[in-house]
């Protein structure tokens, strides 16, 4: 069962999930709202997550691990955040054009682990927010929507606490592949 990212953040309104809604006003007391993750111009966005992986906004499910920019998604090939070192980094300071920033998803809130990935991510001169998966998954979509040179390295979080708007979200989600498929 796949966790939805569209809710709104309270806390920050600035952030508001994976689901970034642009308002306009156009006069005659209208304004318009629309919901940015399903425009497939403004690249990849991650719109759910689970345990086992991802669901973008083109559709697709990725699983494990994920090393992901504005218009590409590639497996990463880390079992844990354990096993993020300076070697598992090094990638992203490889590419062209260069990054400004690596959202860092773990799957836990260990503040050892945090540490060490972020000695790691320092010696190969990285700069990284490290967040939850959750927040990462926010973060990169919102700075993604913002055409910003921003990548992201994301686990699967270890739990994922669904209420009955998410079960309903993905079930909506899989019937319109299946009813798309058979037609």
């Not at 990212?5 to 806390?11: E, L």
């Not at 600035?14 to 006069?27: D, H, N, P, Q, T």
């Not at 993020?84 to 682990?113: M, Q, V």
Request: hydrophobic share 40%; proline share 3%; net charge neutral.
């Amino acid at each position: 069962m796949f966790k939805q990212i569209g809710h709104i953040v309270k806390r920050n309104p600035v952030f508001l999930s994976s689901v970034r809604y642009k308002a306009a006003y156009e006069g005659d007391g209208k304004t318009t709202v629309r919901v940015i993750n399903q425009e497939q111009d403004l690249g990849l966005m991650i719109d759910a997550f689970a345990t086992y992986g991802f669901r973008l906004n083109n559709g697709i499910t990725v699983l494990g691990p994920i090393a992901i920019f504005p218009r590409t998604i590639l497996s990463w090939q880390v079992k844990s955040s354990k096993e993020i070192t300076e070697d598992s980094l090094r990638f992203f300071k490889l590419l062209e054009p260069k990054i400004d920033l690596l959202i860092i998803g773990l799957e836990s809130n260990d503040r050892s682990t945090t540490d060490t990935v972020f000695r790691a991510a320092r010696a190969v001169k990285l700069n990284v927010e490290i967040l939850a998966t959750e927040h990462a998954c926010s973060t990169f979509n919102f700075l993604n929507s913002e055409a910003r040179s921003v990548a992201g390295a994301i686990i699967p979080p270890l739990h994922v606490e669904v209420n009955e708007d998410d079960m309903l979200k993905s079930k909506l989600h899989y019937e319109n592949l299946y009813k798309k498929e058979l037609h």
